[in-house]
């Protein structure tokens, strides 16, 4: 399967907890983008990568949100201290460079209590 | 920013009949997705449609840029096609409240 990828598919987290996600893109894509969904809301964009270079970060929720792309490959998005309303279907995404066809992956659903 | 408006917002045909979802966007783009989000959240790919008009079985897309608008054409509806419809404009990382679209058997 040479979809993209993430990991893990739900969680579930007490208030206050950190968690982070991971997603793996499509191997030839040096684009990565974040997205949050909650229910019957189209996804948010929260950030994106060309490479390890992280090109949009004003979107992202609070200081609590962060993502990395350390080698260019995979990312991970951290939440720090979750709340409640952190509780959401996070979204991965990936392309080939510039506004090219984005192609997702099957999400995380965080679920905070 | 661009704003992205779908209609209609929901919609519930029988099996068999036509649809016709459209996307309209506030500033001009160059290009714009048409996404199925099936019920366990998967978005999948249904058209790359800067401008003109595809093809692909069942469905079609049509963008015309100069109008800032894009429809989606449903033929023959199938329960399999239950679901929302997301359009977005690729550059612009934004995407509608989209179309929940209902087939009955």
């Known amino acids: 399967d040479t979809g993209v990828s993430q990991d893990p598919r739900h969680k579930i987290t007490k208030r206050g907890q950190n968690v982070t996600f991971r997603c793996d893109p499509i191997s030839e894509h040096n684009r990565l983008y974040w997205y949050r969904q909650t229910l019957g809301q189209g996804p948010e964009f929260l950030t994106y990568?060309?490479?390890?270079?992280?090109?949009?970060k004003s979107r992202l929720l609070s200081d609590r949100f962060s993502a990395e792309r350390p080698k260019g490959s995979f990312s991970t998005l951290e939440i720090q201290r979750t709340e409640q309303g952190d509780s959401a279907m996070y979204l991965c995404?990936?392309?080939?460079?510039?506004?090219?066809?984005?192609?997702f992956g099957p999400g995380t659903r965080l679920t905070v209590l | 920013g661009i704003q992205v408006e779908q209609s209609p917002p929901d919609l519930i045909l029988q099996e068999g009949a036509n649809s016709t979802l459209r996307c309209n966007f506030s500033?001009?783009?160059?290009?714009l997705q048409w996404f199925h989000q099936n019920p366990w959240g998967q978005l999948i790919n249904l058209f790359y449609i800067p401008s003109g008009t595809k093809q692909n079985g069942r469905l079609s897309a049509t963008t015309v840029a100069t109008e800032r608008y894009s429809l989606l054409y449903i033929s023959s509806s199938q329960t399999t096609d239950s679901g929302v419809y997301f359009c977005a404009p690729r550059d612009k990382i934004i995407f509608g409240k989209g179309t929940r679209l209902h087939i009955l058997p």
């Open positions: 990568f060309q490479n390890e270079a992280q090109l949009e």
């Open positions: 995404a990936s392309s080939q460079y510039g506004p090219n066809e984005q192609f």
């Open positions: 500033d001009s783009v160059n290009n």
